[in-house]
């Protein structure tokens, strides 16, 4: 790490460097690259079961064309269902497959390995603290 940068540019660069490995962890043990990108929209499907195409993109910093197309790409691997609301035609719906169940749950595991290799290297109470610090309300919403 350099010890000149500021706290966004050490978030930053740390953010970076756990998305790497992440992605590396993932591709050794999966014949299916996913983006992070994807993993972000898996994720908030998985938060909520079943939720709108316009909810997603609302949560991604990406446009809603760039969406539709991890979306797609999400269906084409058998991961996500993309079918209309029950109410409203309009609106597209997605939700996750068993086996993009199946595959957050292993790239959960592939996360908790690398916090687990963290948690040795600085001590459980700076991980601990490092969370709660992360968790905490910086009073800087958008």
Request: with cysteine; charged share 30%.
């Amino acid at each position: 790490m350099h010890a000149d940068f500021n706290l966004i540019d050490l978030i930053s660069e740390r953010h970076v460097q756990l998305r790497k490995l992440t992605e590396s962890l993932w591709n050794d043990h999966s014949n299916i690259y996913i983006s992070n990108s994807e993993w972000f929209i898996l994720a908030k499907v998985y938060q909520k079961e079943q939720t709108t195409i316009s909810y997603v993109t609302r949560q991604l910093d990406i446009s809603r064309q760039a969406t539709h197309k991890f979306i797609k790409s999400l269906a084409e691997k058998g991961l996500v269902i993309i079918d209309s609301l029950k109410d409203n035609k309009k609106e597209k719906c997605i939700q996750l497959t068993e086996l993009g169940q199946q595959y957050l749950e292993k790239n959960k595991s592939l996360k908790n390995e690398i916090e687990d290799k963290i948690k040795e290297e600085i001590g459980t109470e700076k991980l601990d603290t490092l969370k709660v610090i992360l968790n905490s309300d910086w009073g800087m919403e958008s």
